[in-house]
């Protein structure tokens, strides 16, 4: 059962997100719910609006934890530095970009954290809408688009909202999962909205090759799809070895020092780490549980 106070908590992050859409029925739709609900429940009706599935999936959505654990500070490392710029750049100039790097630097990351903060923009993870049909429904879903209808009214309404939105932008995470349609469909999404909505594309190595190897076997879409992110795949990490190293420790003692208990030792915590975010958090989480047993 979910409690008040997890509702509390809950309602707190709807009012902090719910600025970065224009109207009450779009947020009401990205969070799975009906308008009179939302009407409800940010007016502080907890109770027997909406079942306690309900509550988990936009606790979901909006990242909130639902113990009394810290909530994970945002870090400025080298990567939020870059990576944040170039949102900006795509959102204020409607254009488009592609990032191909390794894994586990903290993308992800970022780009869900610029999506909290600025109005107008939204993350999709393709490796959970691969196909065409979901992605745009995703995309409208987030921007608040209605889903009833068809796959080209859903398609269509999008297309026409983006193109009356003040600045928004799409971030595309894990591309390279998206199956061959999809892309396509990102060719189009991208001739209906060019000069009207921002495009950033990040994948790890993998989206790169399979973009070159697209247009290297004259797949169609591929040099498109390539052309309209810039004809080049930005990168942040060094690529020798010796570089990489320790760029990686460089980043994974930056998210240390702000998550980490006065008390703990950060050389120890790099060390365990070995230049991971990932395995920096679950070493971060499990003491932060240890402490509270």
Known sequence: MVTKEVKEKILTAMKARRSNYSSDNKFAIMLGINSSQYNRIKNGELERVISDANWISIARKLEVTLTDLPVWQVAKTPVYDYVNAQLEICQKNSSSLLLCDYSDIGKSFIAKHYCKTHQNAIYIDCSQTKSKYKLVRKIGKEFGVGQKGTYTEVYEDLTYYLRSLEEPLIILDEAGDLEYSAFLELKALWNATEHYCGWYMMGADVLQRKIMRGI??????YPEIFTRYGSDCCRVMAQTEKELKRERDLIV?????????????????VRIANGSPRRLYKEIMKRRAMSMN
């Open 216 to 221: 290297a076997y004259q797949k169609v879409g």
């Open 253 to 269: 003692a930056i998210i240390a020092k702000a998550n980490a208990e006065p008390e703990w030792e950060i050389g120890e915590l």
